[in-house]
């Protein structure tokens, strides 16, 4: 509800995330595969948010290694998401890496014990010598006896053999021993339900994305909009931060999501419409219209701060 007759030409849209000052309340989602719609894929997503001062969550999907994107983007924010893989090897050789190469914080994505049925996918297919060329999935060295196995079966870019990895009976257990091998704070993405208060047991600062997976899960769950305030509701007062992603697409769907109690929003789609369009210039593109569309939003309604509401 806007109010009228306090506007602020200029507000102050900067906040902090885990304790980062951010430029604005938005960042991009973990997308793999990025490599696939531009040639600078991750590197050219990473430059850009490092331009906007705004975060980058790298997928474990990357065609790009861990390094070369924080080698690239030396002063972005970058966090790096995992699943909880099978081989556990895999999961402490990406955190480990993560970690060292500057990362700040350890994003496990927790809505995928198996992989969803989507209709498009068995529609449409996925051409994968024809769509990655000569590369691979590049951060999953810390199985070599089973990487080699993978390739010798007939599975050179480790698609398959990522898709046996992510499956798996999953439970909080997994998020303890995770959050035992670093001092980064984890993030669990995928939570629709007040599930975030639980990762206090865990060990880990309780902090979620409210997320639906882009609607590629689970068919018919709500929009993460529509379950945030429910989330939001279970850990008021607590200082959880609660993040969101899924179907962002203007500085005014930010908006919204910060009204009802997110603390930073990611895009994933968006960015990569600007990644493909123009590479490290077209996802800046993307980040300054959303800026300037949360930036006039937030003047129509009479508020000059990002917090308190």
Not at 36 to 53: I, N, S
Not at 151 to 176: C, Y
Not at 196 to 220: E, K, N
Request: aromatic share 6%; proline share 5%; hydrophobic share 40%.
């Amino acid at each position: 509800m806007p109010r009228v007759l306090r506007s602020d030409t200029n507000p102050d849209v900067s906040t902090k995330l885990q304790g980062h000052t951010v430029t604005f309340p938005l960042g991009v989602s973990p997308i793999g595969l990025q490599s696939v719609v531009h040639p600078d894929g991750e590197k050219a997503t990473a430059k850009a948010v490092e331009k906007a001062g705004v975060p980058l969550i790298l997928s474990s999907w990357s065609l790009l290694t861990i390094e070369e994107v924080a080698d690239f983007a030396p002063n972005a924010l970058l966090w790096m998401q995992i699943y909880p893989f099978k081989n556990r090897r895999i999961t402490t050789n990406i955190v480990k890496r993560a970690e060292k190469s500057g990362f700040k914080a350890i994003v496990v994505t927790v809505d995928s014990p198996v992989i969803g049925l989507f209709a498009r996918s068995f529609r449409d297919g996925l051409d994968i010598p024809k769509q990655f060329g000569e590369r691979k999935l590049t951060n999953l060295e810390g199985a070599p006896d089973s990487i080699a196995k993978a390739k010798a079966s007939g599975d050179p870019f480790l698609f398959g053999f990522m898709h046996r990895q992510v499956v798996g009976n999953h439970s909080w257990k997994d998020i303890a021993w995770i959050k035992s091998l670093t001092k980064l704070p984890i993030i669990l993405k995928g939570i629709l339900t007040g599930d975030v208060q639980r990762q206090r047991r865990s060990g880990s600062r309780g902090t979620g994305i409210v997320s639906s997976h882009g609607g590629r899960q689970l068919d018919g769950v709500q929009a993460p909009i529509d379950a945030l305030c429910g989330v939001v509701d279970v850990v008021r007062g607590s200082g959880i931060e609660v993040y969101m992603d899924g179907g962002v697409r203007s500085g005014r769907d930010i908006f919204k999501a910060l009204a009802i109690g997110a603390k930073v929003v990611f895009i994933g789609r968006p960015a990569i419409w600007g990644l493909t369009y123009n590479g490290a210039n077209g996802v800046t593109q993307i980040l300054d219209m959303m800026n300037h569309e949360l930036s006039n939003a937030m003047t129509r309604c009479g508020k000059s701060i990002i917090l308190p509401w």
